[in-house]
């Protein structure tokens, strides 16, 4: 298949009462990090050598949008990561664009929102930005 290409996988997200994946329109950059915290394992008698193993990991996903209003799915994004107190939702990556259904997701987790930022710049769109960190372990994780 070769190389891919970001612009063909898009965040679709499944509102904390919904039963239907909405994709969120306008999007930008979206990435999701994964790491694993460090655990010391060095001693005075390990060689002189830091040693570490990998403890409990963690994850989070960042997206940038040009909210293109009116919007099903923004709307409910917007709703979720603004709701108090906070609620975990669903969001997939799904490759295909705006015509990709589920078989099409490459990942899927359940999130909480911890950033929700707006951008109101001189001569520009306006943008948003949010922050989703991991509310378990990915369901879906394989790019393909």
């Given at each position: 298949m070769g190389i891919k290409l970001g612009n063909d996988y898009l965040l679709w997200i499944k509102p904390a009462t919904g039963q239907t994946f909405l994709v969120v329109m306008g999007q930008g950059d979206l990435s999701i990090k994964r790491t694993a915290a460090t655990i010391d394992t060095g001693s005075k008698t390990s060689g002189g050598f830091a040693t570490k193993a990998a403890g409990l990991r963690d994850g989070s996903a960042t997206l940038k949008i040009n909210p293109e209003l009116p919007d099903a799915g923004y709307t409910a994004l917007e709703s979720d990561a603004k709701s108090t107190p906070p609620v975990p939702f669903v969001v997939q990556v799904r490759k295909g664009g705006l015509e990709a259904d589920t078989t099409d997701a490459v990942f899927e987790c359940?999130?909480?929102?911890?950033?929700?930022?707006?951008?109101?710049?001189?001569?520009?769109?306006?943008?948003?930005?949010t922050t989703l960190v991991f509310a378990g372990a990915p369901t879906i994780d394989t790019l393909a």
């Open positions: 359940e999130v909480y929102a911890t950033d929700f930022n707006d951008d109101y710049g001189k001569n520009n769109v306006v943008t948003v930005d």
